[in-house]
């Protein structure tokens, strides 16, 4: 039998990053996972915009980890074939593999693992025990269970599910390579749908490493015949489908494996569980389209790690009431409740016909291109300082605009 304060069940960004935290508070702990290095899994690609960032942040060990993703400093919005903004922005780019094992590289030596399977927890108010695949035994004050979408152990403990959405939408990544030519003209790309009958809310296309990475989501069931056509002859589908993006792109093949995955939105209820926390998609999910599952996953993280964590420890027993104070916590609640709407927001606005969602669609574009023919006027303006007569105070000027702008559009180009 191995004693801990916290076990915790699950080694994705969740509980890696609460491993991490709580190994340099000074708490005992041991991670359990099967895998040592987390493997290959098509899941967060890239993290952005000021308050995802922020989010990682409070971790203490966002700066480490994003040294590891490759930067992107400006992203183009399009639609319709035109180019309407090249928006500042602030986005780390990394395979989630790649991610996780960064994270999991800050978990300090006094944390320990078990690289195996957690094949059962027993549940009390005072002590927790988790029976490993190995034969070993854990035993914890309590369990942190944060292994995203596997259902055995929450079966197990009763816990209920929810579905809110079925398969509400579906991600497909795939590389693609400029044909003809070395690269590609923009630094990163998003290029919205050009129609509400494709179900296609957008295309992101980002570099990670030398490689350009595509990102498309769509609005279907998964057993749409559109997926095994696309599966088929990507290329072909997607120009049909976005007949217009090549005039931003220029030509590019599609390249490597094209991976496909479909989400579920559903939410877990365990508030009644005595000694186990649920994190992350372990407790709910979220919609890719939206970009709101790292928002969700850090919310959780810090405030058991900085919040509850130690006030539950500081005193005896881990009952029902102390885990239900983390789902009430008002921190999480308005993180969950903005990404569950904007889940559905985003729906809309991407293929519902009706007057008001249209409205919204030529209201968003119409703004996306106010924002861009102003930012390239301030440039003209900046790029003129002696003309203008204030050379001494344009470059306080300039940097001025240049940050205000970035904060503006990073918050746009995260909630369109």
């Known amino acids: 039998m191995r004693y801990t304060d916290i076990a915790i069940i699950g080694g994705g960004l969740a509980g890696s990053t609460a491993a991490a935290m709580l190994g340099r508070a000074g708490i005992s702990a041991v991670l359990i996972d099967p895998h040592q290095t987390y493997p290959a899994d098509f899941r967060v690609e890239k993290l952005s915009g000021h308050g995802q960032i922020e989010r990682f942040q409070r971790s203490g060990i966002a700066d480490s980890v994003l040294r590891r993703a490759t930067f992107s400093g400006e992203n183009w919005i399009a639609r319709f074939g035109h180019l309407l903004d090249k928006a500042p922005t602030r986005q780390f780019n990394i395979r989630y593999d790649s991610l996780v094992n960064a994270v999991r590289d800050e978990i300090p030596a006094t944390v320990g693992r078990s690289w195996t399977k957690a094949v059962s927890v027993e549940t009390s108010p005072e002590r927790q025990r988790i029976v490993l695949a190995n034969d070993g035994t854990i035993s914890a004050r309590l369990v942190v269970l944060a292994n995203g979408l596997n259902v055995g152990l929450r079966h197990q403990l009763g816990i209920k599910r929810t579905l809110i959405s ?18 590609f003209d923009f630094p990163a790309l998003t290029y919205f749908s050009e129609r509400p009958s494709d179900r296609i809310p957008y295309i992101s296309l980002f570099p990670i490493g030398t490689r350009m990475r595509a990102n498309l989501f769509v609005y279907r069931g ?21 007949p217009r993006l090549k005039r931003i792109t220029g030509p590019f093949d599609i390249v490597g494996e094209i991976k496909i995955r479909p989400v579920d939105l559903y939410v ?10 649920l994190a992350g998609d372990a407790f709910a999910t979220s919609c890719p389209v939206a970009g709101t599952g790292c928002d969700k996953v850090f919310t959780d993280v810090e ?19 102390k885990m239900a104070a983390f789902y009430a916590d008002p921190v999480k609640q308005a993180c969950d409740q903005w990404s569950t709407a904007k889940a559905f927001d985003f729906r809309s606005v991407s293929i519902a016909t009706s007057p008001y969602w249209t409205g919204q669609r030529w209201a968003r574009f119409t703004a996306w291109s106010a924002q861009g023919l102003l930012r390239r006027l301030g440039g003209a303006i900046h790029l003129e300082p002696n003309f203008l007569g204030h050379s001494s105070s344009s470059s306080s000027s300039s940097s001025s605009s240049r940050s205000s702008s970035s904060s503006s559009s990073s918050s746009l180009s995260t909630s369109a």
């Open 166 to 183: 079925a398969c509400h939408s579906i991600s497909i990544g795939f590389d693609v390579e400029p044909a003809g030519r070395n690269c």
């Open 222 to 242: 998964f057993d749409d015949p559109w997926l095994a056509q696309f599966r088929r002859a990507p290329a072909e589908t997607l120009n049909a489908a976005l």
């Open 268 to 277: 877990n209820d365990a508030r009644h569980q005595p000694g186990v926390v």
């Open 303 to 321: 405030r058991l790690c900085n919040v509850h964590i130690p006030q539950w420890l500081a005193s005896d027993g881990m009952d029902a009431t």
